[in-house]
C-alpha cells in the first residue's frame, strides 16, 4: 500500500529525511518511532502528498506521490501533529466541509457516521474553538476518516491527551487497522508496543531498525540477562554468583539483589540458584530480564557524542525550519 | 469548478461569522453614506442659491472606491496567511484539492463579500434617484458600478495573492495596502512630462477614474482588470506551490 524508496529530504543543508526505504501492507499498523525532530513528521508529510521529497520515489496505492499527488491524496487520511481545525466552525460544517472537498458523496450521512465512530456524535452542533483538546483530536481523527482512505497517516495522534482519552483513541486505531493501513508515529514507547504490526524506528532522517515489537526486542537483547533477589545475608554473594559457569559478568548488586550477564544462549538460571541454595543463602527471586523497549530505542538513538560536536546545529524539531516569516 | 464554489462558499460564510467583517462593511458604509449625506445637503444649499448642478452617481462611487481601497487588505489579509499561521493549509494541500482551485477560491469568497457590500450602496443612487428631478443618469450607474465591480476583483487577486506569501495577517495587509496604493498613483510622478505609457496603462486609478467613473464603457479597461485579476490569481497559486517546495 505504501512504498518508500531512498526517499530523502534537505531543508537548507540539513538531511531531515536521510535515504529512507521501507513499505507497509493492507490492514498493517506500521509505527514511526523516533526521537523529536527524527524526519517522522517530514516522511510522513511527504506521503500525504503535502510536500515534494529533494529525492527518491515514494507511492501510496501504486500512486506516486509526486507525479499523482492528487490520486495520491484522494487515498489518504492524514491528521496532522498539530491537530489544524477550522475553529470559527461548528463540527458538522467543519466535517462536511472537509468531505465535500473530497467529493463524498451523501455527505451528511458520512458525517455521522464518522462521528459515532470517533464517538463525538453528541457534540455535531458544537463550535471547535469550545472543544477540548482530546475532542479535537478525535475531530481531526474524524476529517482524515471522513473520505474512506484506504491509507491513514496519523502524526502523533495520541499526543497531550490525558490517559483515558488515550486508551480510546488506541482502541479506535486498532478497529481501523483491520480495514486500512495505518501509518502513525510517536515517540511513546508503550504506544507503539500495543499498536503495531511493526515498527520502524527512526532517528536523525535514517531508519536504524526495524521489525515486530517482539522480534525487535528479541533481536537486540542480545545476551541474556538475570536479575535475582535473596533475603537476609548478602556479603560473598557476588563472587559467588560471578563464578557460575556461563555467568559473564554481575551488572549490579544492592539491597540484596543482583543483576547478571549470561554469554547468549547459555541458560544459567539452575546453576545459579542451585549454588545460592547450596551456599545457603535465602534465594526469593531469579528471573531472566529482556532488554525493554525502552532501552533497545535509548540505546538506537543515542547521540553519537562526536558527530554532534561537528554540527554545530541544534536537534530542532522539522517544523520549525518553515515559520520564516 | 465545484472545489472552487465549495471553497469560496466557505470564505464567503465566513465573513458573516467573525466580527472584523461586520466591522469593515459598516465603516464603509457608514463613510459613504455620511459623505453621501454631506453632498445631498451641500446641493440643496447651492440650489437655494440657484447655483450647481443635481448631484449624480459619482458622489457615491467617489468615496466607495477610495475606502474599499483600504478596506480590501483587511478583507482579504487573513486569506492564506491565517491558514498558514494555523496550520490549516496542511489540510487544504493535503486534500485532492489543486493549487489554482484553493487560490480561486479563496478570491470569489472575498470577491464576493466585496460585491456585496458594495450592492448595499445601491440603495443610495436609489434615494437620490428620488431626490433630484429627473432622476441620475441611468448610464453612469451602470458603468460606475460595473467598474466598481471589476476594480473589487483586481483588488481582491492582488491581496489574496499577497497573502499567500505571508504567515503573518498584519504583513499582508499593510504590504497589501502598500501595492494597492501604488498602483493607485504610479503615474503621478510622470504625469508632469506627459506620462509613461507603461506606467500609465498600470495605472489603477485611471482604470476606473477616466472611463467607467464618467459614463465610459471602454473594453480595455474591462480586460486591464481581467488580466490583472488573472495574472495575481497565477502569482498566489505559483507562491502556494513554491511553498511546499520550501
Redesign the interface.
Known amino acids: 500500500m505504501i512504498s518508500v524508496e531512498s526517499l530523502t529530504k534537505i531543508y537548507g543543508r540539513r538531511h531531515a529525511v536521510d535515504n529512507i526505504d521501507f513499505h507497509a501492507d493492507r490492514g498493517e499498523i506500521v509505527g514511526f518511532l523516533g526521537p523529536n525532530g527524527a524526519g517522522k513528521t517530514t516522511t510522513m508529510?511527504i506521503l500525504?502528498?503535502?510536500?515534494?521529497p529533494t529525492s527518491g520515489k515514494a507511492t501510496v496505492g501504486g500512486f506516486d506521490v509526486v507525479e499523482q499527488s492528487?490520486e495520491v491524496?484522494?487515498r489518504?487520511g492524514?491528521l496532522?501533529e498539530?491537530v489544524?481545525?477550522?475553529t470559527?466552525m461548528t463540527v458538522f460544517e467543519y466535517l462536511a466541509?472537509?468531505g465535500?472537498?473530497?467529493?463524498v458523496d451523501d455527505v451528511e450521512d458520512k458525517v455521522e457516521d464518522v462521528l459515532e465512530m470517533v464517538n463525538m456524535e453528541s457534540r455535531v452542533d458544537s463550535y471547535i474553538s469550545s472543544l477540548s483538546k482530546g475532542m479535537r483530536q478525535r475531530i481531526g481523527l474524524a476529517?482524515a476518516l471522513i473520505h474512506n482512505p484506504d491509507v491513514l497517516i496519523l502524526d502523533e495522534p495520541t499526543i497531550g491527551l490525558d490517559p483515558a482519552q488515550i486508551i480510546e483513541i488506541r482502541t479506535l486505531i486498532r478497529g481501523l487497522g483491520a480495514e486500512h493501513t495505518v501509518l502513525l508515529s510517536t515517540h511513546i514507547l508503550s504506544e507503539v508496543q500495543q499498536l503495531c504490526d511493526r515498527i520502524l524506528v527512526i532517528n536523525k532522517g535514517k531508519i536504524v531498525a526495524e521489525g515486530t515489537p517482539k522480534n525487535l526486542e528479541q533481536r537486540l537483547a542480545g545476551a541474556g540477562r538475570v536479575s535475582l533477589q535473596v533475603s537476609g545475608r548478602t556479603d560473598g554473594l557476588v563472587d559467588l554468583v560471578g563464578r557460575v559457569k556461563g555467568v559473564e559478568s554481575v551488572l549490579l548488586a544492592e539491597e540484596g539483589r543482583l543483576e547478571f550477564l549470561t554469554a547468549p544462549g547459555v541458560e544459567s538460571r539452575p546453576e545459579v540458584s542451585r549454588a545460592i541454595v547450596n551456599a545457603g543463602y535465602d534465594l526469593i527471586e531469579i528471573r531472566s530480564v529482556g532488554m525493554s523497549l525502552e532501552e533497545i530505542f535509548l540505546e538506537l538513538t543515542a547521540d553519537d557524542p562526536l558527530r554532534n560536536s561537528e554540527e554545530p546545529q541544534s536537534p530542532k524539531g522539522e517544523t520549525d525550519d518553515?515559520?520564516?516569516? | 469548478m465545484r472545489i472552487v464554489w465549495i471553497i469560496a462558499v466557505r470564505e464567503y460564510k465566513r465573513y458573516f461569522a467573525t466580527p472584523a467583517a461586520y466591522a469593515i462593511a459598516l465603516f464603509l458604509l457608514l463613510i459613504v453614506g455620511f459623505l453621501f449625506n454631506a453632498s445631498i445637503l451641500a446641493a440643496l444649499q447651492q440650489s437655494a442659491f440657484g447655483g450647481g448642478g443635481a448631484p449624480g452617481v459619482q458622489v457615491i462611487l467617489s468615496p466607495l472606491v477610495f475606502l474599499l481601497l483600504f478596506a480590501s487588505p483587511a478583507i482579504t489579509m487573513h486569506l492564506l496567511a491565517e491558514e498558514q499561521r494555523m496550520g490549516t493549509i496542511e489540510l487544504m494541500l493535503t486534500a485532492p484539492v489543486k493549487d489554482w482551485e484553493l487560490v480561486v477560491g479563496k478570491w470569489l469568497g472575498a470577491f464576493l463579500f466585496m460585491v456585496t457590500i458594495v450592492a448595499i450602496t445601491l440603495v443610495y443612487p436609489l434615494i437620490l434617484n428620488n431626490l433630484v428631478s429627473p432622476g441620475i443618469d441611468q448610464g453612469r450607474l451602470v458603468s460606475g458600478y460595473l467598474g466598481v465591480i471589476l476594480f473589487c476583483s483586481t483588488i481582491t487577486a492582488i491581496g489574496v495573492a499577497i497573502s499567500s506569501f505571508f504567515s503573518n495577517q498584519v504583513a499582508a495587509f499593510f504590504v497589501t495596502l502598500g501595492v494597492l496604493l501604488v498602483l493607485w498613483i504610479i503615474s503621478a510622478p510622470s504625469q508632469a512630462t506627459g506620462g509613461t505609457p507603461l506606467l500609465t496603462y498600470l495605472d489603477l486609478r485611471s482604470h476606473f477614474y477616466d472611463t467607467f467613473y464618467v459614463g465610459v464603457i471602454d473594453i480595455r479597461d474591462v480586460v486591464y482588470h481581467v488580466s490583472v485579476t488573472a495574472l495575481f490569481l497565477f502569482l498566489g497559486s505559483t507562491i502556494v506551490e513554491m511553498r511546499r517546495w520550501s
Open positions: 508529510r500525504s502528498g503535502f510536500m515534494p492528487l491524496r484522494k489518504v492524514y496532522p498539530t489544524p481545525l477550522y470559527d466541509y472537509m465535500n472537498l473530497h467529493k476529517q518553515e515559520d520564516e516569516e
